[in-house]
C-alpha cells in the first residue's frame, strides 16, 4: 500500500488569504485525486490531477478557486485561494492502488483540518 | 442529488453482537462498490469491495451483501469489536462516460461498539 502524507495537517486562516497544502507520496503514482469533506458531509471529489496535464475538476469546482499542482509522479498541490468561511472543511489527497485500480481502490493521506475565520 | 446514501448517521452496537451498516445508491451504471473505514484526525482506510457482477464478498470478520434490484448494500460485522468504533462510508465506482472511474461516497456512519 501506498503511504501519503499531507502538509499541513491543520490550519486556521482568515477569510480572503489562500492555503497551499501539499501531498507527498512514497511512490510513483499516475493518478492522484483531491477531496473535500465538510462539517457532516461525505467526501465529494474536487479534481484528479495526472502529473504533466492540468487537473480535471468536476462540476462546481474551478481552476481559480482551487488551482492544482502536478510537477512529478510523488507530489501535488493544492490551493484554497481567497478563503470563505464555507471553505472550512477537511481536504484529502488519495492514490489509486496500481493493483487494483480498475476497482478504483484508493489510498488516502491523512487530511488538512482547513478552518476559516 | 445525493447518488449515494447512509440513512443511519450513527449506529450502537454491543460488542460481539453483529454490526450492519447499509447504504442506498440511485445509479445503476455504478460498477463496483466499496467501503472505508475513518478514525478521527486518519484518513479514509480501504476495508472491502464487490463488484457488481457478485451480491457477496468475504473477508473475516467483514461480508458486503449487494442487492442489485433493490440498489442496496450492506456491510456486515462479525463478531464487532471495540476496535471497529469508526465512521464507515460507502462508496460507489464508475465511469460514467468519462476516462476515469469516480467514487461517489455517503454521508458515513458512526459505528460505536461498546464493551
Known amino acids: 500500500s501506498a503511504v501519503i502524507s499531507q502538509k499541513p495537517s491543520r490550519d486556521i486562516c482568515q477569510r480572503g488569504t489562500s492555503l497551499t497544502i501539499q501531498c507527498q507520496v512514497d511512490?510513483?503514482?499516475?493518478?492522484m485525486f483531491w477531496y473535500r469533506q465538510q462539517p457532516g458531509q461525505s467526501l465529494t471529489l474536487i479534481a484528479t490531477a495526472n502529473q504533466g496535464s492540468e487537473a480535471t475538476y468536476e462540476s462546481g469546482f474551478v481552476i481559480d478557486k482551487f488551482p492544482i499542482s502536478r510537477p512529478n509522479l510523488t507530489f501535488s498541490t493544492l490551493t484554497v485561494s481567497n478563503m470563505s468561511p464555507e471553505d472550512s472543511s477537511i481536504y484529502l489527497c488519495?492514490?489509486?492502488?496500481?493493483?487494483?485500480?480498475?476497482?478504483?481502490?484508493?489510498?488516502f493521506g491523512p487530511g488538512t483540518r482547513l478552518t476559516v475565520l | 442529488d445525493q447518488q449515494v446514501k447512509q440513512n443511519s448517521p450513527s449506529l450502537s452496537v454491543q460488542e460481539g453482537r453483529i454490526s450492519i451498516l447499509n447504504c442506498d445508491y440511485t445509479?445503476?451504471?455504478?460498477?463496483?462498490f466499496l467501503w472505508y473505514k475513518k478514525y478521527p484526525a486518519e484518513g479514509p482506510t480501504f476495508l472491502i469491495s464487490?463488484?457488481?457482477?457478485?451480491d457477496k464478498n468475504e473477508d473475516g470478520r467483514f461480508t458486503v451483501f449487494l442487492n442489485k434490484s433493490a440498489k442496496h448494500l450492506s456491510l456486515h460485522i462479525v463478531p464487532s469489536q471495540p476496535g471497529d468504533s469508526a465512521v464507515y462510508f460507502c462508496a460507489a465506482s464508475g465511469a460514467f462516460g468519462g476516462a476515469t472511474n469516480k467514487l461517489i461516497f455517503g454521508t458515513g456512519t458512526l459505528l460505536a461498539v461498546q464493551p
Open positions: 464487490i463488484s457488481s457482477i457478485k
Open positions: 445509479n445503476s451504471m455504478f460498477d463496483y
Open positions: 511512490s510513483q503514482v499516475t493518478m
Open positions: 488519495s492514490v489509486e492502488d496500481p493493483d487494483r485500480a480498475a476497482y478504483n481502490e484508493q489510498f
